[in-house]
């Protein structure tokens, strides 16, 4: 009789999601070094959040990788269930990874966050299709942000947001991949 193999897919989920972690955090962080660096336009679409859906965007492909390299260390056979799962698990370690280098980075560069309030203090004050109480609001709010960004609120909302985000879009591309990557399993007639 064979030894049952343990199909854990932990290896696979964590290697995929260190992966997209870091090049989510790295998308990020060009794009908020784009805003820095860009004088102000008074446009909405600044170098962040054009960075933040990209980065989203691709932050969805880590269930792909992480099913993929499932596949390759148990074989093609695998249900669509435990692709979800993988890609829920991956999206939990991208929100991870990408969390604790948004917390570490502002530490390596001390004066990366009053450079980015200030960049995008600047662009909200160019907007000339808001209200004067519009642009004081929005003000308000990117100034709370970034006063409040080692709070453990603001830490718990964006690990919550982030697990919400990415764990919900690495179940579809996990499952997915799970069924255009994989094979369903053969029932066992004993």
């Known amino acids: 009789m064979e030894p049952v193999q343990d199909k854990s897919f932990w290896n696979a989920a964590g290697m ?3 992966i997209f972690g870091f090049v989510v955090f790295l ?5 908020s070094y784009l805003t820095i660096m860009s004088e102000p336009t008074g446009s909405f ?5 054009v960075s933040s859906g990209v980065g989203c965007l691709v932050g969805a492909f880590g269930g792909v990788l992480a099913v993929k390299f499932y596949i390759n260390e ?3 056979e695998i249900k669509i269930g435990k692709g979800a799962v993988i890609g829920l698990v991956t999206g939990l370690f991208i929100t991870l990874l990408y969390q604790v280098l948004n917390l570490i980075w502002p530490i390596i560069d001390s004066s990366y966050l009053e450079n980015l309030q200030t960049a995008m203090i600047a662009n909200f004050e160019m907007m000339e299709q808001l209200s004067t109480e519009q642009r004081d609001q929005m003000i308000d709010a990117i100034y709370t942000q970034m006063q409040n960004y080692y709070s453990a609120a603001s830490i718990i909302q964006n690990l919550l947001l982030g697990a919400l985000t990415y764990g919900l879009l690495n179940v579809l ?3 997915l991949s799970a069924k255009f990557m994989g094979t369903p399993p053969q029932e066992e007639l004993f």
């Open 74 to 76: 148990f074989g093609p």
């Open 16 to 18: 995929a999601g260190a």
């Open 173 to 175: 591309s996990g499952l």
């Open 45 to 49: 679409l600044s170098g962040s959040m």
């Open 27 to 31: 998308i990020s962080l060009i794009g």
